[in-house]
């Protein structure tokens, strides 16, 4: 009776799985065009966010391809006289060199302490994230602000995946029942309004701030765009007398120096929302006041002195701003924190939700805004300090993630004035931590240097012994001479 030839038909088996389930993964795990289908990644190209509880300035996004390709020299016979003019340029180039950066001075100790604290704290708050059952878009979006584009939210239940925030946000994921963005088959459109965008623009000026790239995907439905056709529809909502504060600041980052036609053919530029927003009249008792100044401050951070706006423009906003700085410390409380009435009304109040957001808010701006020389100004520290304990407070308490929007937006608030302040101030007067092989050197120069002052100690205690043994001898022998 012959044998079954088992063995072979399983190799054949392993061979087939082999070669295809590397196709059968890459197939799971690209996108399917399902409209609730979110990248569980960092959005595509984004370039690093600014504010992560762990994270600094030069943190590196998920793997997806470079926006731009390099492109590769093609291989040149060389003789010695490229080689001679090589030389030449290199020399050249050493010449014009920018000097390296003064080292900035170390962080004393209790800014250090203060520096360990505020991230341990943002870790706990970043650990109990956002969710699409109970959060908004509006909440989404300033969850993104304060953790970066890499940040996550919890997708449902708790039990269930997270998915990038960013990527929720343009693939129009229902975010508390509500859907972010709309279209009518050939422009896409966000929704301004309550639990959607509080003001034009802001989702907009939120991808602007964490540099996600125009060219990303945008899905409504079964509609495909990018955030450029987001960039076209805010260009085209620009009119006089609008709360143009978050679209200035999305359009001085995507299109600083373009001239476009609103939607009834009116000639606009980012100059002209600059010029309408230092002119606009923002309630004093509301946070509206901040986001009018954030977006002034984010706009001239941006265009520097850019020759597409009148210099003289730019003088007088870079003056507008300073004089609020100046008035926004003159309205601080003494415990560092501000009014929930913000510029209408000076001293402490009782509402507690109220004050966490108004603090908050003007930190994130002061903290974003204010020259690098000013962010050791005690009155700053002061503030930051104060904020740093409620949101301590509230991250060890035992209770979930609030779902009221006013709550959201303090907590949100503070966390993002804490991240902006570890990146500015704090990650770069803190040394670097080793690289592996460079920790297990130090690591054994601290072990040898510990067994050296062991041994010695040891060596020192046994000559003592000795010594004391020997002048114990002696005195015996004295004492038996002597009877």
């Not at 984010?298 to 300073?322: W, Y």
Request: net charge negative.
């Amino acid at each position: 009776m012959m044998r079954r030839p088992y063995p072979l038909a399983l190799a054949f088996v392993l061979f087939f799985l082999a070669f295809s389930l590397p196709a059968l993964a890459q197939d799971a795990a690209s996108p399917s065009g399902d409209e609730t289908d979110v990248p569980l990644l960092a959005p595509a190209n984004a370039e690093p966010a600014q504010t992560s509880p762990s994270e600094t300035e030069d943190a590196e996004p998920a793997e997806s391809a470079s926006p731009v390709e390099e492109e590769t020299p093609a291989e040149e016979e060389t003789d010695e006289t490229d080689e001679t003019v090589a030389e030449d340029e290199t020399d050249s180039a050493a010449e014009v060199a920018e000097p390296a950066k003064p080292q900035l001075p170390p962080l004393s100790p209790e800014m250090a302490a203060f520096r360990d604290q505020t991230r341990r704290t943002l870790a706990r708050v970043y650990a109990r994230p956002l969710s699409t059952a109970n959060h908004l878009p509006a909440e989404v979006i300033s969850f993104c602000l304060a953790f970066g584009h890499t940040a996550e939210i919890a997708s449902g239940n708790r039990s269930q995946p997270k998915i990038n925030g960013v990527g929720a946000l343009c693939w129009n994921y229902p975010c508390g029942g509500y859907k972010l963005l709309r279209t009518d088959g050939k422009t896409v459109v966000a929704r301004v309004g309550y639990g959607y965008q509080q003001r034009p623009g802001q989702l907009l000026a939120m991808l602007a701030t964490l540099k996600v790239p125009a060219d990303y995907e945008v899905r409504v439905g079964e509609h495909r765009a990018t955030i450029a056709d987001l960039i076209a529809s805010e260009k085209a909502a620009c009119h006089d007398g609008a709360d143009l504060s978050a679209t200035l600041m999305a359009l001085a980052h995507y299109a600083p120096e373009d001239s476009w036609k609103n939607g009834t053919g009116e000639s606009w530029s980012v100059e002209r929302i600059l010029k309408q927003e230092l002119d606009r009249t923002a309630d004093a008792g509301s946070v509206a006041i901040i986001d009018r100044l954030a977006g002034i401050s984010f706009a001239l951070a941006k265009l520097g002195d850019s020759d597409a706006v009148d210099s003289a423009l730019l003088e007088k906003a870079r003056k507008h701003v300073d004089e609020y700085h100046d008035y926004a410390f003159e309205l601080q409380n003494a415990d560092g924190s501000w009014h929930p009435g913000v510029f209408a009304f000076r001293g402490t109040s009782k509402d507690a939700a109220g004050v966490l957001r108004s603090t908050g808010t003007i930190l994130q701006w002061l903290v974003s805004s204010l020259p690098a020389e000013q962010l050791e100004d005690p009155r700053l520290i002061r503030g930051l300090n104060y904020v740093h304990k409620q949101l301590a407070s509230k991250a060890s308490s035992r209770y979930g993630v609030p779902t009221s929007t006013r709550e959201v937006a303090g907590l949100m608030a503070t966390a993002a004035a804490l991240s902006k302040y570890d990146v500015r101030y704090l990650t770069p007067r803190t040394p670097p931590e080793p690289e592996p092989e460079e920790a297990e050197e130090t690591a054994a120069t601290a072990n040898a240097a510990a067994t050296g002052t062991r041994s010695t100690g040891t060596a020192s205690r046994s000559s003592t012994g000795r010594q004391s043994s020997t002048s114990r001898s002696t005195k015996r022998n004295s004492s038996s001479r002597r009877r």
